[in-house]
């Protein structure tokens, strides 16, 4: 009679015979080893945010940034532009905003700056920024260029040896020659 532990290494030995677990141990490694994840470019938004204003409120009312705001963000700037030209006007000239204001300020840059890009026209300039081609990223096309380049250039020494014939010893000679290439 058989028992279960002598069936199994039976098993497995018949599978290693046939190679069906050499084939998922480098399924399983390759699908796993070495791949970097797709990460998204460090500045993804680039072309959209060059064309940000540092200061929303110092904007003329007829400046083409103007018209990819929300009508609501954008009554909001202008209310807001109001009460920064009341304020200047009220004061005294030594200090024109107070830092709830300056706050408020950085707050409503925030809330254009969002509302700028988050437009569907200013998002189908470019609806794909992360992507240098059709399927690599920024980061990726530079690494594989990175990579392909470091393999030539290692390559070259190679190149040069056989160019020169110093990759191996000459098969002109009547005496025997010893291999001193490393190679067998």
Known sequence: MQTRSNSVPKSISSLLGSGVVGICAVAILGSTACQTPNQPNAVPLEKVTKDLPSDWTTLKPSDWRMAYLDAPTRESLFLFRKELQDQAAESDGSRA?????????????????????????????????????????????????????????????DDWARFWLMNKPSTLSPYPIVNTGGRP
């Not at 300020?105 to 998002?123: F, G, P, Q, T």
């Not at 990726?140 to 470091?150: C, I, K, P, R």
């Open 97 to 157: 905003y107070s830092d709830a204001t300056y706050t408020q300020l950085r707050e409503m840059n925030d809330a254009c700056n969002k509302s700028y890009c988050a437009n569907a026209v200013v998002i189908g300039r470019d609806q794909t920024p992360e992507l240098a081609g059709t399927s690599l990223s920024v980061n990726e096309a530079y690494m594989n260029s990175a990579t392909v380049g470091d393999v030539d250039l290692r390559q070259v020494q």
